[in-house]
């Protein structure tokens, strides 16, 4: 079966940092592009960021929200992907959710969440 | 940025019903699109890509249509686990913008 695990999430001051973590398994992770998104309670879903493959370079994406405060990278020989997030703002405040891409996004984890608040 | 606008934002259906969502891009993305449901309190789910094809597992009466700039989800026949918000996404290129959701309830 097919699975996404995040962890990380948890409750951080504006300013603070947060590094999330996603874990894959059933599938050839290194060969997956990963995505992050993001949910505000009550809200529509938010691209946030995206790591290709090795054979794509590892080249990386972010939306201009987190750009310059988020960054995602890979582990291929732990098949995890993480979000670092520096200078956190209220804003940022949401489940964040990894997932496959594979045509789009086809597997997603369950989720984590954050709370920037002090 | 490409942006993507959903509409109508909710509606409200009864069992049975032909059910129509549509989604605009404001620059064309040929057909790199997908729709996703969100049932309340779940996790994203993929129902179409490539604007028309649907993902394995999916019931036959979700179905899309569309190319470049203006997208549709049809459900044909409305059933009660089908009261969702569903998304679509751009996906030819970053940002992957998703539209505002349609939030679709049982008349």
């Known amino acids: 079966e097919m699975q996404l695990v995040e962890s990380g999430g948890g409750l951080v001051q504006p300013g603070g940092s947060l590094k999330l973590s996603c874990a894959a398994s059933?599938?050839?992770?290194?060969?997956?592009?990963i995505h992050w998104v993001r949910q505000a309670s009550g809200k529509g879903l938010e691209w946030v960021s995206r790591i290709r493959s090795r054979g794509n370079n590892y080249a990386t994406a972010y939306a201009a929200s987190v750009k310059g405060r988020f960054t995602i990278s890979r582990d291929d020989s732990r098949n995890t992907a993480y979000l670092q997030m520096n200078n956190l703002k209220t804003e940022d405040t949401a489940v964040y959710y990894c997932?496959?891409?594979?045509?789009?996004?086809?597997?997603w984890g369950k989720g984590t969440t954050v709370t920037v608040s002090s | 940025d490409v942006q993507m606008t959903q509409s109508p934002s909710s509606l409200s259906a009864s069992v049975g019903d032909r059910v129509t969502i549509t989604c605009r891009a404001s620059?064309?993305?040929?057909?790199?699109l997908a729709w996703y449901q969100q049932i309340p309190g779940k996790i994203p789910k993929l129902l179409i890509y490539a604007a028309s094809t649907v993902q394995s597992g999916v019931p036959s009466r979700f179905s899309g249509s569309g190319s470049g700039t203006d997208f549709a989800l049809t459900i044909s026949s409305l059933q009660p686990e089908d009261v969702a918000t569903y998304y679509c996404q751009k996906y030819d290129s970053a940002p992957l913008t998703f539209g505002g959701g349609t939030r679709v309830e049982i008349k």
């Open positions: 059933g599938f050839t992770f290194s060969d997956s592009a």
């Open positions: 620059q064309g993305i040929s057909n790199n």
């Open positions: 997932a496959r891409f594979f045509e789009s996004m086809d597997v």
